[in-house]
């Protein structure tokens, strides 16, 4: 296969998991923002946890791929 296109499929994939990790990352410090008398001591683990999601997902949407 071309080098190219190895590039644009690499590329993609990377982008379409940060969506989805942004996704997720950031339905999750919803749920644990609205739902802290459950949780419990657990809140601050969920949210920190949510917020390592977020941060990821960032990263994986910004960075470019090496050429």
Do not use: C, H
């Not at 410090?29 to 977020?54: D, W």
Request: net charge negative; proline share 3%.
């Amino acid at each position: 296969m071309s080098e190219e296109g190895d590039t644009f499929w690499v590329s993609l994939s990377e982008k379409l998991l940060g969506v989805v990790v942004v996704a997720i990352g950031a339905l999750m410090l919803y749920l644990t923002a609205t739902s802290t008398n459950v949780l419990g001591a657990f809140s601050l683990f969920f949210g920190i946890i949510s917020l390592i999601m977020l941060i990821i997902g960032l990263f994986l949407l910004l960075v470019r791929p090496p050429q």
